[in-house]
């Protein structure tokens, strides 16, 4: 009996589905990941308003998500984030697999359906994990791939310009859509003037977004989010020292995500080396089906996808390095690249001489890496102590302009003072992370602070301001002047 692809796709969505269900389970990643504990907290506090839907406002699908949630949390206690990213990620993979059934053999189909159901632990973390919308948004370089084989009628352009406006709206990690779009229709199109069909429909969903996220009130008063600013970086900034990180996401960041763990066990450097090897040989059979025309040319437009992302993550702020300090949460941002990655290397390996036994060695790493996390668990950078100070840094951060909301938030945890003392903690950076220019803007915020800590009670106010202390320490990121510290510490003084 021959089953259709449909068939197959839903039974390795189900299968991947439950792999990830128990791999949530045995590690409760959901507890590792800061921006998740912050925003449950926000969730379950009960208001259906735009600043406690939207989780950051360059994170449109957040919305999507806390609907999702708050759905969830009418039938059960249990933690609503993590059931909503687990039917998240469910529904990203269910369409990367159908699309791969579309366009590409069934060897391949088969291939990547296999390396979906392990691929590697750090999406195993993120299948029940929400937190930046990365690993979920991994569906949409599949959905542009597909979209831009279609013909080229006005309907499909239109259709394209939609697509594309939801995906940035979504999240911006989508951005590098568009002038791969672009660049595929000026340079393979015969009739240019269809983009503007595309660019009109973005357009029009985009500035629809735009126009929300001007009027719409995301919370962040105190740290005034600017247009180009991504949780509260902005990306426009630039220094020599990103250029050494494009390097490094080749021979770091990459690798390490493909192998998933961070402890030294003797068999991960030999996993990553093999991972690479095959990555490598994969681009000569990329090259070698480019030359006799095995796919369209979408196709390999659709790939840029892979070196446009990693060259804007080594150019970003967010590039992270430090393999043996990382976790699942610092590799976050390459979740998104790393399953199209992976269907690419499929692909290029099953156009070389022994496509079996490559591809099923690339089907050996995450075998391999799945079995060393489980018996030599993934190291947390962060102590549970940490980890909850800093979902209190994320609430802070938002909320700190209104102390009553940030009260009703944290009230109800059994953690609340380690969470009161983190929103001291980002209440401060949101006031004092970006340099004053007069003396008097310095008093202004400081008097705003002071404002801040007095509406609590006294016995919690003692607490509020460990948390500001705490902003001023080598252990805080980003480290704020001791001067501005000293300041405040002369107007608490009694």
């Known amino acids: 009996m021959r089953f259709s692809n449909i068939q197959i796709v839903i039974v390795l969505t189900v ?42 406002p ?38 990367q697999l159908w699309v791969v059934s579309k366009v590409f053999s069934r060897k391949v ?18 299948g029940m994990v929400n937190f930046g919308l990365h690993n979920t948004s991994s569906v949409f370089p599949f959905i542009f791939l597909y979209l831009l084989g279609l013909p080229q009628s006005q309907k499909n352009q239109w259709l394209l310009g939609i697509f594309l406006g939801i995906a940035i709206w979504f999240s911006y990690t989508n951005l590098i859509l568009l002038p ?7 340079i393979t199109s015969s009739k240019k003037q269809s983009v503007i069909h595309t660019i009109l429909a973005f357009m029009v969903v985009f500035g629809i977004h735009v126009l929300i996220r001007l009027n719409f009130d995301p919370g962040f008063h105190l740290s005034n989010y600017g247009m180009t600013s991504i949780r509260g970086i902005d990306f ?11 390097l490094g996401t080749w021979i770091k960041a990459i690798p390490q995500l493909a192998v998933g763990n961070t402890t030294t066990h003797f068999a991960l450097i030999p996993t990553a080396i093999i991972w690479f090897i095959l990555f490598i040989l994969s681009l000569k059979g990329i090259y070698t089906s480019f030359q006799n025309r095995k796919f369209s040319k979408s196709v390999y437009y659709a790939f840029l996808t892979i070196p446009v992302f990693l060259i804007a993550y080594g150019l970003s702020p967010f590039y992270y390095g430090n393999i043996q300090n990382g976790n699942f949460t610092t590799y976050r941002h390459l979740t998104y690249i790393f399953p199209i990655l992976s269907m690419m290397i499929i692909v290029g390996l099953s156009e070389l001489k022994y496509q079996k036994t490559l591809i099923m060695t690339y089907l050996f790493v995450p075998v391999v890496t799945a079995g060393i996390s489980v018996i030599n668990p993934i190291k947390n950078s962060q102590s549970r102590t940490s980890t909850l100070k800093s979902a209190g840094w994320v609430i802070g951060y938002k909320f700190g302009h209104d102390p009553s909301k940030l009260q009703s938030i944290i009230s109800d945890s059994e953690n609340y003072d ?7 903690w980002g209440v401060c950076t949101a006031l004092f992370e970006k340099p ?14 002071l404002r801040i800590n007095n509406q609590f009670k006294p016995s919690e106010q003692i607490i509020f301001l460990q948390g500001v202390k705490y902003a001023f320490s080598p252990k805080a990121n980003p480290q704020l002047p001791q001067e501005t510290l000293h300041q405040i510490l002369e107007k608490t003084a009694p």
Do not use: C
Not at 418 to 424: F, M, S, W, Y
């Open 180 to 186: 791969i779009y672009l660049i595929y229709q000026f």
């Open 109 to 126: 189909f088969w291939g990547f359906g296999a390396w979906t159901l392990l691929a590697t632990p750090f999406l195993l973390m993120w």
């Open 436 to 449: 004053t220019t007069s003396s008097e803007e310095m008093s202004n915020k400081i008097n705003q602070l």
């Open 58 to 95: 360059h994170e449109g699908g957040s919305i999507l998500v806390s609907l999702i949630s708050r759905f969830i949390g009418f039938f059960t206690s249990y933690d609503s984030l993590a059931i909503s990213a687990l039917i998240l990620d469910s529904i990203s993979r269910f369409v």
């Open 418 to 424: 380690l969470l009161l003392e983190g929103t001291g």
């Open 236 to 246: 426009l900034s630039f220094s020599s020292v990103h250029m050494q990180h494009l």
């Open 15 to 56: 299968l991947g589905t439950l792999i990830r269900w128990i791999y949530g389970l045995y590690f409760e990643a959901w507890n590792q990941a800061p921006d998740h504990i912050a925003w449950e907290l926000i969730l379950r506090e009960g208001s259906w308003n735009y600043t406690q839907l939207i989780h950051y």
